[in-house]
């Protein structure tokens, strides 16, 4: 399954804002995101799966979009 | 309602006019942060006719800051933040309620502060403040319009408020343990466009109206994303985490946060309980309570009465070489203090009553 992964703000500083992945699920996906960029381990990310930010473990499906969101702190 | 020709806009805006101009006017608003999101935030506010609304930041004024604080003139580099803005709003709308606190948010200074205000506009720029109100804003049910920038883009929402199956979101939903700082650098660290905390501070002031008149469809338990570059926005809905802990009153525990302030108040010349009565035989020391004045219990030596939350209204009345500032438990008066020592330099004396006027009852009590 073919997912669109994008990224946000101090993340860009480590991958690209879009990008595509094979995943089935979200745990999968950051699994796979974690190997190729070592820069997100522990990094607090909110998750996005078509516009619903959770915390749960998602079923992706294909064509799906995934966001990741870091925290902002400028004010 | 008093007809006002300067709201005449609004009194003819369908959808808006004179009973959500009344709205506005009787609302409190508290800016915490008078930087760059907060600037816009206030000058639109003040304008609008929000009734009350409170400046918090303990901050001065730098030149760096100046090319998106647009609200402090050049002249004004190195004086309080909360001062200057106060000053300009009251110019820009002196028919409205402008109160300032020059504090660093506390969880102790926020239990007095907040509930003051009907909502409030996180407008900080460090993690550990915002984090320090949200979860205050949680335990005290205050709706917070949030916002946060980085480079060139900004996150908008608001939090506390519940939606139509009564779910009230925070920001613990999108990040339930505070980042560390290097997550995500602020903007003195990695730089920021001017105009970014001007357009984002408006949709917080946006949201702000929104939510007082009713109107439109506020981004509760909504996060949106707004970027400066190319213009994409996204509206993300926010899930309530059901592992996400409230934290209860006892964490607000006043001592803890005395302790986590003292190097902040170091510097203030302290005067213990015993002493107190000796330094008040000298005409030229004056005690100064910087609670509010339905605040018990009263005081029973001889003293002014000035709350912190007009302190910088009042200041000029303080006429004494030697000032004592108390109040109940000796926190407000050590920001108080650092205020007074800020305005008056090294012509006056500052001190405080250590424990405030709960330890000086105690020790009487004992004597």
């Not at chain 1, 995101?33 to 909110?46: D, E, V």
């Not at chain 2, 995500?184 to 660290?189: K, L, M, R």
């Not at chain 2, 007074?340 to 006056?348: D, I, W």
Request: contains cysteine; charged residues 20%; glycine residues 8%.
């Amino acid at each position: 399954m073919k997912i669109k992964v994008r990224a946000f703000g101090p993340l860009l500083d480590i991958m690209e804002n879009e990008y595509f992945i094979e995943a089935s699920d979200t745990k999968a996906l950051l699994d796979v995101l974690l190997q190729q960029f070592p820069g997100l381990a522990g990094r607090k990310i909110a998750i996005a799966v078509n516009g619903k930010i959770t915390s749960d473990m998602v079923s992706l499906q294909d064509q799906d979009t995934v966001a990741l969101l870091p925290p902002y702190s400028g004010g | 309602m008093q007809w006002d020709s300067r709201y005449e806009r609004h009194y003819t805006l369908p959808g808006f006019g004179p009973v959500a101009q009344g709205k506005l006017a009787a609302s409190r608003v508290l800016v915490v942060g008078a930087g760059g999101l907060g600037c816009p935030v206030l000058q639109y506010l003040t304008a609008s006719g929000v009734g009350r609304i409170g400046v918090l930041d303990f901050d001065t004024i730098q030149l760096s800051n100046l090319q998106r604080q647009t609200i402090y003139p050049t002249a004004s580099v190195g004086q309080l933040k909360t001062k200057v803005a106060a000053e300009q709003l009251r110019l820009n709308n002196p028919s409205i309620e402008i109160i300032e606190h020059p504090v660093r948010l506390s969880k102790s200074n926020a239990v007095e502060i907040l509930p003051q205000y009907d909502i409030i506009v996180d407008c900080t720029d460090n993690f550990a403040i915002r984090y320090v109100l949200n979860d205050c804003c949680v335990i005290l049910q205050k709706p917070l319009i949030f916002a946060a920038i980085y480079q060139y883009e900004g996150q908008v929402a608001i939090f506390n408020v519940p939606d139509g199956q009564g779910i009230a979101c925070n920001y613990r939903d999108l990040f339930p343990e505070i980042p560390d700082a290097n997550e995500a650098p602020n903007c003195s660290e990695n730089g920021v466009l001017g105009v970014l905390p001007g357009i984002i501070g408006l949709i917080q002031a946006t949201e702000v109206i929104k939510l007082i008149t009713g109107l439109g469809d506020p981004l509760v338990n909504k996060l949106m994303i707004w970027n400066v570059l190319n213009y994409q926005s996204m509206i993300l809905e926010i899930t309530h985490r059901a592992d996400f802990h409230i934290p209860d009153i006892e964490s607000l525990d006043i001592k803890q946060d005395v302790n986590g302030d003292q190097g902040h108040g170091g510097d203030i010349d302290t005067i213990h309980p015993t002493e107190i009565e000796v330094y008040l035989l000298d005409p030229k020391v004056c005690l100064l309570d910087v609670r509010e004045s339905y605040e018990e219990p009263k005081f029973p030596l001889a003293h002014r009465g000035i709350p912190l939350s007009i302190l910088p209204k009042r200041v000029d009345e303080l006429t004494a070489m030697h000032i004592i500032v108390v109040c109940q438990r000796g926190q407000r008066s050590v920001h108080a203090a650092l205020y007074l020592k800020e305005y008056f330099g090294k012509k006056r004396r500052i001190s405080h009553l250590e424990g405030g006027i709960v330890h000086y009852l105690n020790y009487k009590k004992a004597e």
